[in-house]
């Protein structure tokens, strides 16, 4: 079973910039959606963004215009570019596929 491990969560000051990967331990070209969701403290888990096997990109209206999605099957990897950060940001991001996969999560923290 494919397994996804997410990395590049820390600290950044708001207005700043953090990229974020989801790399999974089989191939993901196959997979249908791949999807970013964060939970933020004290909150339920809420959806970010997602991307289909064709590149079909959708965002929360809350990242739209900030945040972008992208995928690289080569290399398994699922990415999310996170620009003009705000401190409502903050939350720990979660990869997840099509199927119910999703990893540990990977915290950003937003914050001066």
């Known amino acids: 079973q494919v397994q996804l491990v997410e990395s590049g969560g820390g600290l950044v000051q708001p207005g700043g910039s953090l990229r974020l990967s989801c790399t999974a331990s089989?191939?993901?070209?196959?997979?249908?959606?791949m999807v970013w969701h964060r939970q933020a403290p004290g909150k339920g888990r809420d959806f970010v963004a997602s991307?289909?096997?064709?590149?079909?990109?959708t965002y929360s209206d809350s990242v739209k215009g900030r945040f972008t999605i992208s995928r690289d099957n080569a290399r398994n990897t699922v990415f999310l570019q996170m620009n003009n950060l705000k401190p409502d940001d903050t939350a720990v991001y979660y990869c997840?596929?099509?199927?119910?996969?999703w990893g540990k999560g990977t915290l950003v923290t937003v914050s001066s």
């Open positions: 997840g596929a099509t199927g119910g996969l």
């Open positions: 089989g191939t993901i070209s196959s997979i249908s959606y």
């Open positions: 991307i289909s096997s064709r590149n079909i990109t």
